[in-house]
């Protein structure tokens, strides 16, 4: 887009949707989870088949990321609020667990813009939103989960910077230990129906418009791997002790890579971690943060 367009910052500040009630399915926990790799991780692990199939299934900590209502995201396409829509890049997501997420039945979610930050013309503009998900009362809080997205064309618009996101910074020593997992060549079509169908994930050509070889993996099945392995190694398998989960994007994943999570024990319960790429030895996650009770 050839003409600046100026943010609105102040009417997206004001923006908070009112608590909306959305149904989730059983298949629809399934299908994020195999989004995910739990496929392949439950046929070399047949405990893990608890996440993929029907009788008594789990719903993994990562599926906030795709519950509750539209929220207030549809602002980011309305003229109204300046936003360049073609140069939004998610960079980081984060999510605080109080209480067990239900597989199926009511989720009650409300969200809000709750930060702007001007990193001045070049480098854009910083927004943070936060989605809450509650039980199907709507009283009890099961979840707070924050976005940060980078609005790359506008920057300049006259805001602050002070106290924009600074990345975790990992101990200054060699990781504490690693683990790694395998992604499927087919991996982002499976994630995709979990709600985000974006082409560039799925379709050759626009994914070369866009200036990749070839589709890549979603930012939050990335998101989701990360934390499977984490799980794995360090909470015994045990999702439920998983309470808080940060990262920041660095580089996107092509469907087929491995992913290799380094972590640091950083005190009790708390490690930071980042991820890579092993086939091309690239770091695709920084700044990882996870509290294990």
């Not at 887009?1 to 059983?26: F, N, P, W």
């Not at 602002?75 to 609020?81: N, R, T």
């Not at 999702?239 to 380094?262: A, D, H, M, N, W």
């Given at each position: 887009?050839s003409e ?6 102040d ?5 908070r949707s009112d ?8 298949q629809e926990?399934i299908?994020?989870?195999?989004g995910?790799?739990?496929?392949p991780?439950a046929?070399?692990?047949e405990s893990l088949l ?11 900590p ?5 519950m ?5 995201g ?5 003229p109204e609020?300046?936003v360049n829509f073609?140069?939004i890049?998610h960079?980081e997501?984060?999510?605080?667990l109080?209480?067990k997420l239900p597989?199926?039945g009511t ?9 702007i930050w001007?990193l001045?013309e070049?480098?854009?503009a ?10 199907a009362?709507?009283?009890g ?7 940060t ?8 618009y006259?805001g602050?910077a002070?106290g924009?996101?600074r990345?975790h910074t990992?101990?200054?020593r060699?990781?504490d230990g690693?683990a ?5 060549p087919e991996q982002?079509l ?9 082409p560039l994930?799925?379709?050759p050509?626009f ?8 589709p890549i ?5 990335t998101?989701g791997v990360?934390?499977r392995?984490?799980?794995?190694a360090?909470?015994d398998?045990?999702?439920t002790?998983l309470q ?5 994007f660095?580089?996107?994943?092509f ?7 380094e972590?640091w024990h950083?005190s009790d319960g ?20 996870a509290?294990i009770?």
């Amino acid at each position: 887009m050839s003409e600046k367009q100026i943010l609105a910052a102040d009417k997206l500040l004001e923006l908070r949707s009112d608590k909306q009630s959305g149904q989730r399915t059983v298949q629809e926990t399934i299908l994020y989870n195999l989004g995910i790799g739990f496929g392949p991780a439950a046929i070399e692990d047949e405990s893990l088949l608890r996440f993929v199939l029907e009788d008594g299934v789990t719903a993994f900590p990562t599926m906030t990321a795709v519950m509750g209502g539209s929220g207030v995201g549809g602002a980011f396409s309305d003229p109204e609020y300046g936003v360049n829509f073609q140069m939004i890049v998610h960079g980081e997501e984060s999510c605080e667990l109080f209480g067990k997420l239900p597989t199926q039945g009511t989720i009650v979610s409300d969200t809000s813009i709750d930060n702007i930050w001007d990193l001045g013309e070049k480098k854009g503009a910083v927004l943070q939103m936060s989605k809450r998900l509650y039980d199907a009362t709507g009283n009890g809080l099961l979840a707070n989960c924050t976005s940060t997205i980078m609005l790359r064309g506008n920057g300049g618009y006259g805001g602050s910077a002070e106290g924009a996101p600074r990345v975790h910074t990992a101990p200054d020593r060699e990781p504490d230990g690693a683990a790694e997992s395998i992604t499927r060549p087919e991996q982002a079509l499976v994630y995709r129906l979990s709600g985000d169908t974006n082409p560039l994930h799925s379709t050759p050509e626009f994914a070369k418009m866009a200036g990749f070889p070839r589709p890549i993996l979603h930012g939050l099945c990335t998101y989701g791997v990360c934390a499977r392995i984490l799980v794995g190694a360090l909470a015994d398998r045990d999702e439920t002790r998983l309470q808080y989960f940060k990262l920041r994007f660095s580089i996107p994943v092509f469907p087929g890579e491995t992913i290799r999570v380094e972590y640091w024990h950083e005190s009790d319960g708390n490690y930071a971690f980042q991820a890579k790429v092993v086939e091309r030895d690239v770091i695709v996650v920084k700044g990882g943060q996870a509290r294990i009770v």
